[in-house]
């Protein structure tokens, strides 16, 4: 099955920033389309981002509009998802998936086909 990866997870101060990455073993993740979801402790889990196979179309969550982007480097087989001005409330671990051949993108759990094990963002106030 394909493998995702995420990585670039750590602590952080309010207002800071990080960059999370998604990286595919075995196929290239232009053939995907690519969501980011988060889930904090005792909470259900949110869709955060989405990039579509072709890379055209990007969603976000409200609570992340204006402060996170998705963008795809098809040269190292990544999407990545840069994080400034966090806040408390963005602690989670935050999960990659992808949709083979997904023309669109979505917050869906069930829409997705594979799934990464999560990396852990902080951010301490």
């Known amino acids: 099955q394909l493998q995702l990866v995420e990585s670039g997870g750590g602590l952080v101060q309010v207002g800071g920033s990080l960059r999370l990455a998604c990286a595919a073993s075995?196929?290239?993740?232009?053939?995907?389309?690519i969501g980011w979801f988060r889930q904090a402790p005792g909470k259900e889990r949110e869709g955060v981002s989405c990039?579509?196979?072709?890379?055209?179309?990007?969603n976000y969550a409200d609570s992340v509009k204006g402060r996170f982007t998705i963008s795809r480097d098809s040269a190292k087989n990544t999407v990545y998802l840069q994080m400034n001005s966090l806040k408390p409330e963005d602690t989670a671990v935050y999960y990659c998936?992808?949709?083979?051949?997904?023309?669109?993108?979505?917050?869906?759990?069930?829409?997705?086909?594979?799934w990464g094990q999560g990396t852990q963002v902080t951010v301490s106030s």
């Open positions: 998936a992808s949709r083979v051949f997904g023309r669109l993108c979505a917050f869906r759990e069930d829409w997705y086909d594979y």
């Open positions: 075995d196929f290239g993740l232009e053939n995907y389309a």
């Open positions: 990039i579509n196979s072709s890379g055209g179309r990007t």
